[in-house]
């Protein structure tokens, strides 16, 4: 526990003090875009990773989380903060519209039913020109002043998204080691099991998908001010599988996986593309590299590859043959 | 006493043109120990299916503890007193068996609604856990991951996780398959154990354990009820031999 805590306070610390170790504002402006994105991605990891509930819809939470703050106030007359309520719950009932509607499905239903409604938003966004702006998007929305605070600057909007993103995270982490969480878990595994041990698998698998909802709402409402503008490009599919890649390529199921998937993407499509032209090769190659070579994601192939490490040279250390009881079982086949 | 803990009327379940279960009417008594025989695809297994929840029935009715239960699914089942094992093993493989334990523990508790408290940090559950894990001799394996574990040891925890849970009927779907002499020897001491307020209905093949077991036995044969009555009726009832052994 305490070396991980250790390992969390680095990386926290990493974090606060990234801003003024890399001063330009164009890399402060791509670190709160990895923060949006792994906000994104780590609400996507609760139904991904804890759920087994592959979602390619995941858009849809940020996409009308953004369209709606901006519409409410820019154009509604609503204030920021009412904007943004509004917003988030607004989209957080609508994830629960989706979920009662997705999860008469599993599996590639599940998924196609999720992708299905999420294009239905981009059609919605795209056509509804009158209300949207359709393919010009929405825009006359400048960043907040919270506290008298201007966000217009880089570094105080990435210390802004840092707070959201640590909130997110924190919830996350308490979500997942939770009675609930764990709940969740265990109808990924054993959804049969699960219900014969009295839980209500559908109830639990609903809530979580409007939890999910309100942490993509969240995420988008972060688009919206960063952007200061918003085009059905948030609600296409591209963002929705992009968002779904940071999660695998990171790791589902952890909690730092989806945001290192999601400084992975971000980085490769705002680094590599100013030098190669076909970057999403470049994308698509390092995924297949990772699907190879650590199927689970980064961070738990990382995480094993630095264990082998240390135990090949605890052991060449101690000059001692491997101590029976840490040798694999041979007993106990996988269960089925 | 006298007062009837699971009572089934004319249940029928058909897969497509097949009827895995045919009006099968069944009552079992509080505190009796009830043993289901038969061939295999007789039933048996669809019928604990069809009592706990996991299928619904074409047509009758199932009343747990007095109460009609045809249209409640199966966790709601649980809560009102049911807990089963299965024939084939379910568990959380990559889990500790004390967190195997834990999660049937949580199942019956509205804690198990809480997304912000720290499920490490439930000491009574955990403590609960490991006096249950003691109980059918897994006390010294309960932080080993199920993986980790013979195929005896999980037969074990599968009945643990439903003793766990204090049920008032307990379904064992061969509870027995697959163990050796002496691992059967341990799982019978252990049922044996288990109080008379709880009512237990048991599919196995072992003869030997099973008919020691049992109070009152039915015999079923493609998804009917050919025999039922006690031990010593069914044995000496010639449709019994004519059912295992044929003509």
Known sequence: MKPSLLWVAAFGAVLILLPQVIGSAYYVNLCSQILIAAILASSLNILVGFGGLTSLGHAAYAGTAAYFTVYLSAHAGFGYLAGAVMAVAGTTAMALLFGLLALRASGLGFLMITLALGQILWGIAYR??????????????????????????????????????????????????????????????????????????????????????????????????????????????????????????????????????AALVVILKNVASAYIARWMMLLGAVFVAIVLFMPDGLVPGVSRLFRRFRNTRRTAMKNTEPDAAALPPTLGKRSA | MNTAVLEIAGLNRFFGGLPAVQNVTLKVEAGERRLLLGPNGAGKTTLFNLIAGDLKPSSGTISLFGRDVTKLRTDQRTQCGVARTYQIITLFAKQTLAHNVVLSLLGLRKRRWNPFADLGAETALWERAREVLALVGLGHAADRPVLETSYGERRRLEIAMALAQDPKILLLDEPLAGLSADERFEVQRLLE???????????????????????????????????????????????????????
């Open chain 2, 193 to 247: 154990r288990i109080p008379r307020d709880v009512t237990i209905v048991m599919i196995e093949h072992d003869m030997d354990v099973a008919l020691a077991f049992a109070d009152r036995i039915t015999v079923l044969q493609r998804g009917q009820i050919v025999v039922e009555g006690t031990r010593a009726e069914v044995v000496a009832d010639p449709k019994t031999r004519e059912v295992y052994l044929g003509h």
């Open chain 1, 128 to 261: 509804w020109v009158s209300l949207t702006g359709g393919d010009n998007g929405l825009g006359g929305f400048t960043r907040p002043q919270p506290f008298g605070i201007d966000l217009a600057d880089p570094a105080a909007f990435y210390y802004f998204a840092l707070v959201v993103f640590g909130l997110a995270l924190f919830a996350i982490h308490r979500f997942m080691h939770s009675p609930f969480g764990q709940s969740l878990q265990g109808t990924r595994d054993q959804p049969r099991r699960m219900s014969a041990l009295g839980y209500n698998v559908r109830s639990i698998q609903l809530l979580s998908f409007v939890y999910a909802g309100f942490w993509g709402a969240v995420a988008g409402l972060l688009y919206a001010y960063y952007h200061q503008f918003v085009s059905p490009h948030v609600l296409h599919l591209t963002t929705s599988a992009e968002t779904l890649l940071m999660v695998i390529a990171g790791g589902a199921g952890t909690l730092f996986g989806p945001v290192v998937g």
